[in-house]
């Protein structure tokens, strides 16, 4: 009797694993039809992107960027402050991950864009200054709300590599 019980089970398994490249498949398919789309959106955003930092106009760039997040930060209207980027041309030079891209400016220098998918679109993160200074870490008792610094100008590209 155990042993017709075992012959069902090997049976049933069989048969199980027969199907299950059949219920995999839609999901692969889906998850490749997802990584295409996201990398043709981003695609389409590193043309942008060039075109706005070629035209070097504020609204152009800060319209690529996430503003809102900037604003959450208690950072001041983009269009209180001025833009800085470096010198041009500024062009896509390597993809670091899906996330950070690598350009270069006309002088020959390197510079990392941040994005972020913010509602299925591309931003790129704000930042007061192209290259930040060393941050010493906060000590765990100071828990407190700190002021939010006073920032000068804004740029979405940063110094790459960063600064030790």
Same mark, same amino acid.
């Given at each position: ?7 069902? $089970?090997?049976?049933?398994? !069989? /048969? $199980?694993?027969?199907? !299950? *490249? ?11 039809? +997802?990584?295409? =789309? +996201?990398?043709?959106?981003? =695609? ?5 992107? #060039? ?5 070097? &106009? +504020? ?8 503003? #809102? ?8 209207? $983009?269009? @209180? ?7 041009? %041309? ?5 993809? $670091? ?19 972020? &998918? ?5 931003? @790129? ?5 192209? /290259? *930040? ?11 407190? =709300?700190? *002021?939010? %610094? ?15």
């Amino acid at each position: 009797m155990m042993f017709l019980s075992m012959i069902r $089970l090997a049976l049933l398994g !069989a /048969c $199980l694993a027969g199907f !299950a *490249p059949l219920a995999a498949e839609p999901v692969a398919s889906q998850t490749a039809g +997802a990584e295409a =789309e +996201a990398s043709v959106r981003r =695609e389409a955003f590193l043309k942008r992107a #060039e075109a706005a930092f070629a035209t070097r &106009d +504020a609204k152009s760039v800060a319209a690529m960027a996430d503003v #809102e997040a900037w604003r959450a930060a208690g950072y001041p209207e $983009l269009s @209180t402050l001025p833009m800085s980027l470096p010198p041009g %041309p500024i062009v896509f030079e390597k993809e $670091l991950s899906p996330s950070e891209e690598i350009f270069r400016d006309g002088g020959d220098r390197r510079w990392r864009l941040l994005l972020r &998918d913010v509602k299925g679109e591309y931003l @790129t993160v704000v930042r007061p200054e192209p /290259c *930040p200074r060393g941050v010493a870490r906060a000590r765990q008792y100071e828990r407190g =709300e700190r *002021p939010t %610094p006073k920032v000068q100008t804004w740029t979405v590209l940063e110094c790459w590599p960063l600064p030790k």
